[in-house]
C-alpha cells in the first residue's frame, strides 16, 4: 500500500516562481526522501530528511518534516524550465537491515513554463 | 563509473511467454531492488536483497522471482508473463550505510519497459 501520498497531483508555474509540494504519510518512519523523475528516465535522488530534523536545505531546495503531523513539504525556489518533471516522496521504515524498504507516493507533475 | 544499468530497455512478450531483466551495478552496493511503476501508482516494491545470497519480498512478489548470485547483478524473473506485468521496471541499489544504520539514498537504472500482450 502507498505510505506517502503527494499534493497536488500536478502543479504548473511561470518560470522564476517558487514550487511547493506536499507529503502526507501514514506511519512512523526512519525518514524520507524527496525523488525527481524526468519524463522516461530513472529516479534521481534529491534530499533526505531524518526523522529528527525538522528542515534542511540543498541549493534551491528546502524540506520540511513535521512528525507529529506526519506531513513533509517540498519547496523549489526560483524554478527554471529544467526543473520540470515529476516528485516523489518516500518513507523509509523498518528495524533493521532485514525488514528496511522505501515506500514512494504516487508523485507530483511539474510543468515549469518559461 | 556506468552507475546502475538495466538489460534490455525494451520488450513485448505473449502471455505465458518468460524472460528474465538484469540489472548491474558498479558501485559495490550491498542492497538492490525491483520496482514496478504503473500510471497513477507510482512504485512499488517487488523484491529486494540485502547482500549476495539474499532475497525478500516486496510490496507485490507474486508473478516475480529474483535472483542475487553475484554482488553486482540482480535478475528479475517472470516465469509466465500476464498482461496485468505490463509495466516499467526500475531496478535500484543502495550502499549498507554503517552497522545499525538504515541506508539512504537509492541510485534507479533508466528502467525496463515490457510489454505483455
Known amino acids: 500500500s502507498q505510505q506517502g501520498e503527494e499534493d497536488p497531483q500536478a502543479l504548473s508555474i511561470q518560470e522564476g516562481e517558487n514550487a511547493t509540494m506536499n507529503c502526507s504519510y501514514k506511519t512512523s518512519i526512519n525518514n524520507l526522501q524527496w525523488y525527481r523523475q524526468n519524463s522516461g528516465r530513472g529516479l534521481v535522488h534529491l534530499i533526505l530528511?531524518?526523522?529528527?530534523?525538522r528542515e534542511k536545505h540543498s541549493g534551491r531546495l528546502r524540506v520540511t518534516l513535521d512528525t507529529s503531523k506526519k506531513s513533509s513539504s517540498l519547496l523549489i525556489t526560483a524554478s527554471r524550465a529544467a526543473d520540470t518533471a515529476s516528485y516523489f516522496c518516500a518513507t523509509a521504515a523498518g528495524s533493521g537491515a532485514g525488514s528496511y524498504q522505501l515506500t514512494f507516493g504516487k508523485g507530483t507533475k511539474l510543468s515549469v513554463i518559461p | 563509473n556506468a552507475g546502475v544499468t538495466q538489460t534490455p530497455k525494451f520488450r513485448v512478450l505473449k502471455t505465458g511467454q518468460s524472460m528474465t531483466l538484469l540489472c548491474a551495478q558498479d558501485?559495490?552496493?550491498?542492497?538492490m531492488y525491483w520496482y514496478r511503476q504503473d500510471p497513477g501508482m507510482g512504485l512499488r516494491l517487488i523484491h529486494y536483497s540485502v547482500g549476495e545470497g539474499t532475497t525478500a519480498k516486496g510490496e507485490v512478489p507474486d508473478g516475480y522471482n529474483v535472483s542475487r548470485l553475484k554482488k553486482q547483478n540482480f535478475l528479475l524473473g517472470l516465469e509466465s508473463a500476464a498482461p496485468s506485468q505490463t509495466s516499467v521496471y526500475f531496478c535500484?541499489?543502495?550502499?549498507?550505510?554503517?552497522?545499525?544504520?538504515?541506508?539512504?539514498?537509492?541510485?534507479f537504472g533508466p528502467g525496463t519497459r515490457l510489454t505483455v500482450t
Open positions: 535500484a541499489s543502495s550502499y549498507s550505510g554503517l552497522a545499525g544504520v538504515l541506508p539512504d539514498e537509492q541510485y
Open positions: 558501485m559495490n552496493h550491498e542492497y
Open positions: 530528511i531524518r526523522s529528527n530534523e
